[in-house]
């Protein structure tokens, strides 16, 4: 039998939380602040490029399970499970900031059933549950933490596949009522106290951030040395200890979580007495990454990039999504913009520059003629449909017969024999 839940912000995770446990058959109202994205919603238009996430919500809206309301208020009346997915910004001084979830946890206080169970699915410095206790004001309903693993691109797939479902309360009955949602997925269900759920969170983030700074070093050891990276990390993977996930080198780290988390990790870590080095350093390697990147295109323009036209594919912070946040595409682009490159881009993801995040890139709806001419062809993201593209025709159309590839995505050998110059990452 499902339960009834209210999911307050209806964002990537929101929306994907919602939508998937009204397909595990609870019955789901979600609550927004937007009118015309509650509008929207309510019609199964999905704002987000999320496989999978249409086909949700359409069948939870058609079987009754999934609906949309204005304001959390208005959501929580009788559900017994709310959970807080609301964005947790990176405040000015790296913390992150907490006020929409204190707002919301303000707004729905007084509408809670008694002993409904308040479950924060953001991701939340260690000792957040408390501070939500706090402004929800009521001592007969319970705070529980239980962060998501959802990567942008595969955010159903990683909800319905989870490795782990981890749940953080001071309260054994409620941590086991939440437990009861996932019943049917597969992984390991563990329950913990909120401070360690909260900071299993933040900690796997790190990690993973720190394996991807550490083989973007390597990356830079192998060229030095002249080793190719893609054999030294499948020669690295092979130990069942390391793995080959999150080993792929690149342009760097981005997106709406690492840099966010990284940053707050450091600041929860010396707020509470510990400097953290390591992490400092994995940050610090990542933006070395942008400018490692970017002086690849500078050497092949020639050494300057004054009136110099370069071509990019890729503007998205990774495949599969349409998400431009903290793309490292964008930095390593604005670095070109900034000593007087012209940028013509390409992304399957991104129709137009009408994003002001895109402003002096032209975007093209063809990655041919975002390359016609240009100096140097950039790759930025590892969009699939780039490896199926014709160099014979790009040989014909671009400027220079140069292309670096910050993702080793392409044919390197057969790039070579068209005559073209190629640089990648930890290979050349
Ligand atoms: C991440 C975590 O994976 C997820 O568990 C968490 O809930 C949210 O943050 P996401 O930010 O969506 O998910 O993307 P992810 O696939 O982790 O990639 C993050 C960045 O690392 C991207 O810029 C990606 O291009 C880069 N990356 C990833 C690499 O450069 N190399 C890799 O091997 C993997």
Same mark, same amino acid.
């Given at each position: ?5 209210a999911?307050i912000?209806?964002?990537? %995770?929101?929306l994907?939380?919602?939508a998937?446990?009204?397909?595990l058959?609870?019955t #789901?109202v979600?609550?927004?602040?937007v009118?015309e994205?509650?509008e ?35 959501a %929580? ?5 709310i ?11 790296g ?8 707002a919301?946890?303000?707004?729905i206080?007084?509408h809670l059933q008694?002993?409904?169970v308040?479950?924060?699915k953001?991701?939340v410095?260690?000792g957040?549950a408390g501070e ?7 001592d007969?309903?319970f705070?529980?933490s ?18 782990r479902v981890v749940?953080?309360s001071?309260?054994e009955?409620?941590a ?6 996932y ?10 106290d909120p ?9 796997s983030?790190?990690?993973l951030?720190t ?6 070093a390597?990356a830079a050891?192998?060229?030095e040395?002249?080793?190719d #990276?893609?054999? #030294?990390?499948?020669g ?5 200890r ?5 080993l792929?080198?690149?342009p ?11 940053h707050?990790?450091?600041?929860i870590a ?6 953290f080095?390591?992490? /400092?350093?994995?940050i610090?390697?990542n933006e070395?990454?942008?400018? /490692?990147v970017?002086n690849?295109i500078? /050497? @092949? ?15 998205? @912070?990774?495949?599969a999504?349409?998400d431009?946040?903290d793309?490292?595409?964008?930095n ?15 992304d ?6 009408s994003?002001?995040?895109?402003t002096g890139?032209?975007? @093209? ?16 993201t590892e ?17 220079t017969?140069a ?10 050998d ?5 005559? @073209? ?8």
């Open positions: 039998m499902g339960s009834k839940i999911i912000g209806t964002g990537y %995770v929101g994907t939380t919602g998937c446990l009204s397909h058959g609870h #789901v979600c609550a927004d602040v009118p994205k509650v929207s919603l309510s019609r199964g238009e999905v704002p987000i490029l999320e496989a999978g996430l249409d086909d949700l919500v359409h069948d939870g809206i058609a079987k009754g399970l999934l609906s949309f309301v204005l304001g959390a208020e208005h %929580v009346g009788d559900a017994e499970f959970f807080l997915c609301l964005p947790t910004p990176q405040g000015a001084d913390a992150a900031d907490l006020s929409f979830i204190k919301a946890a303000t707004d206080g007084p008694p002993n409904s308040v479950i924060n953001s991701t410095p260690v957040s939500v206790e706090k402004k929800l004001g009521r007969d309903v705070v529980v239980n962060p998501e693993f959802l990567r942008e691109g595969t955010a159903v797939t990683d909800f319905l596949n989870p490795d749940i953080g001071t309260d009955a409620a086991k009522r939440v437990a009861q949602l019943v049917e997925l597969p992984g390991e269900t563990l329950i913990t401070a360690s759920a909260e900071t299993i969170k933040y900690a983030n790190a990690f951030a394996k991807i700074s550490f083989v973007n390597m050891v192998c060229e040395v002249g080793a #990276v893609s054999d #030294v990390v499948k690295m993977g092979l130990d069942q390391i793995g080959n996930r999150f792929i080198p690149g760097g780290w981005g997106g709406s979580c690492f840099p966010k988390d990284s707050a990790l450091v600041r010396e707020n509470s007495g510990y400097q080095g390591l992490l /400092r350093q994995v610090a390697v070395e990454q942008f400018g /490692r970017a690849k500078t /050497r @092949f323009a020639g050494g300057t990039l004054e009136g110099k036209t370069i071509a990019v594919w890729g503007l998205t @912070f990774k495949a999504t349409d431009l946040r793309s490292p595409a964008l390593i682009i604005n670095r070109l913009l900034e000593v007087g490159a012209s940028i013509h881009a390409y399957p993801a991104v129709p137009d520059n994003d002001a995040r895109l890139i032209d975007v @093209f709806t063809d990655p041919y003629e975002a390359v016609a001419g240009a100096d140097v062809l950039a790759v930025l969009w699939p449909e780039f490896k199926e593209l014709s160099f014979e025709r790009v040989a014909e159309v671009i400027g017969k292309v670096v590839d910050a993702r080793n995505l392409l044919d390197r057969g790039i070579k024999d068209l005559g @073209f110059e190629y640089d990648g990452i930890g290979r050349s």
